[in-house]
């Protein structure tokens, strides 16, 4: 970990290599494994970063307690991080040491898939492979490229930086739905992704934000993100309103074909993740007919981050709300203090270098 008095050691890129870090292993059939490990150099055009906090969801923490990994992906994404430049590589101006930062992505070279990588050709193989992880699953320290940078103000709260991955993909389905004011949005899912979309309409001024979640408490959230209304089931949602938007975030077998029963005539409909195999496919006729356009946004585009890091500096968006508990990296050792709750309401764990 670094203070002021270490930065200027740490910006000579020749002490990069030296500097001591940490890394996490799992081979998926036992707990995760917190090792001691040496930071990678940064090379041409890079930078070093030393991680503050990593975003998990649920399921990546259900991994750590379990030793199994999620179906086909790895543990956390390369962008579901936030840090801070301690040195630089060739060919990078050395005043970025010392600045708070997230990034696009980390370089695939330095890159691994999971312990258990999905079945070529299949839909999870697809989320794999835009979900890349550094060695070791999780590390202290990324060598990043500086055209990957998006940096942060100081003071930052970087836990709740660490979500700007996820923010990413919210303002990515506003690049891709454009939804309009006076329009009708439906989401289904009241996830990171789905809340961070909450608090993002609002930059669209929409005349109904309406929320499909089961629970209760992320209902409550949604609500107080912006949303006009929370939904338990599809049905609930159905008994209003057909939807000029519809948004899934939720990735599961059941929703496209629940997204297409909320669509008006000519609505765009929206998928943030890739399905499981064995979903159902949609009747093209009935596409056709109700021209119904179907969109993607799984993988945030570089316009998509910038809207997201700005709406984020400017206070538009707040993740702080999101986070569920922050856990040192050295408490992992103590299994009773980390283990997951087993509430499924809770929505992100972020993982803390200090």
């Known amino acids: 970990?670094?203070?002021?008095?270490?930065?200027?050691?740490?910006m000579t890129p020749s002490n990069a290599p030296h500097l001591p870090s940490w890394c996490i292993r799992t081979d998926g059939s036992g707990p995760w494994q917190v090792e001691s490990s040496v930071a990678p150099q940064p090379g041409p055009g890079e930078v070093l970063v030393e991680v503050h906090a990593f975003a998990l969801s649920e399921s990546d923490w259900t991994e750590r307690d379990t030793g199994m990994p999620a179906v086909g992906r790895p543990l956390v994404r390369e962008w579901d991080w936030a840090g801070r430049v301690v040195s630089t590589g060739p060919g990078v101006?050395?005043?970025?040491?010392?600045?708070?930062?997230?990034?696009?992505?980390?370089?695939?070279?330095?890159?691994?898939?999971?312990?258990?990588?999905a079945k070529a050709g299949t839909a999870t193989d697809v989320e794999t492979r835009s979900r890349q992880v550094v060695p070791g699953l999780l590390t202290g320290h990324l060598a990043v490229s500086r055209s990957a940078l998006q940096l942060l103000p100081d003071g930052t709260d970087l836990a709740?930086?660490?979500?700007l991955g996820r923010a990413s993909v919210a303002a990515e389905v506003l690049e891709s739905a454009e939804p309009k004011a006076g329009e009708r949005v439906a989401i289904f899912g009241a996830g990171a992704v789905g809340l961070l979309l909450v608090q993002l309409l609002s930059l669209a001024r929409p005349c109904e934000v309406v929320v499909i979640d089961p629970s209760p408490e992320r209902g409550a959230l949604a609500l107080a993100a912006g949303a006009?209304?929370?939904?338990?089931?599809?049905?609930?949602?159905?008994?209003?309103?057909?939807?000029?938007?519809?948004?899934?975030?939720?990735?599961?077998?059941?929703?496209?074909?629940?997204?297409?029963l909320l669509a008006a005539r000519s609505a765009r409909v929206v998928f943030t993740r890739t399905f499981p195999e064995g979903t159902p496919l949609l009747d093209r006729t009935m596409l056709a007919l109700r021209e119904l356009s179907l969109l993607t946004a799984t993988v945030a585009t570089s316009r998509a981050w910038y809207t997201a890091v700005r709406a984020f500096d400017e206070g538009l968006i707040d993740s702080r709300p999101l986070i569920a508990r922050e856990i040192p990296v050295a408490s992992l050792a103590d299994g009773a203090a980390c283990a997951g709750d087993g509430s499924t309401e809770a929505l992100v764990t972020v993982l803390l270098s200090t």
């Open 1 to 10: 970990m670094t203070t002021e008095g270490d930065e200027a050691i740490l």
């Open 93 to 117: 101006s050395p005043e970025l040491v010392g600045q708070n930062t997230v990034a696009r992505e980390a370089l695939e070279d330095r890159t691994i898939s999971s312990a258990r990588p």
């Open 228 to 260: 006009t209304r929370h939904c338990r089931t599809l049905d609930a949602a159905r008994v209003a309103n057909v939807f000029d938007v519809v948004v899934d975030t939720t990735g599961t077998a059941a929703a496209p074909g629940s997204a297409c």
């Open 160 to 163: 709740a930086a660490a979500l």
